[in-house]
Nanobody, 115 residues
């Protein structure tokens, strides 16, 4: 069973940066398009960014120009570099496959943007 483990979250001031990562076990990782999702308190989980196996990426409008998704297939990891963070970016961030969520959700990485 493939497991997803997110890490690297924390508390950051508005305008700051964080890099979160997702480690995926299993040999099929490199073949999958992966996505970062987030869930803010009281809101539905939403897609933030995606990256194909070859490295093509997409972003939701609210994070374009601030977030960068990347991956390292050699170590089965996907990353999200978040710059110019805003309070509205506060959420638990998860990774999973895209477009179909096919893996059990991990515990997520809590990102809190607050002064």
């Amino acid at each position: 069973q493939v497991q997803l483990v997110e890490s690297g979250g924390g508390l950051v001031q508005p305008g700051g940066s964080l890099r979160i990562s997702c480690a995926a076990s299993g040999t099929m990782f490199s073949l999958n398009t992966m996505g970062w999702y987030r869930q803010a308190p009281g809101k539905q989980r939403e897609l933030v960014a995606t990256i194909t196996s070859s490295g093509s990426s997409t972003y939701v409008d609210s994070v374009k120009g601030r977030f960068t998704i990347s991956r390292d297939n050699a170590v089965n990891r996907v990353f999200l570099q978040m710059n110019s963070l805003k309070p509205e970016d506060t959420a638990v961030y998860y990774c999973n496959t895209f477009p179909r969520v096919s893996l059990n959700w991990g515990q997520g990485a809590q990102v809190t943007v607050s002064s």
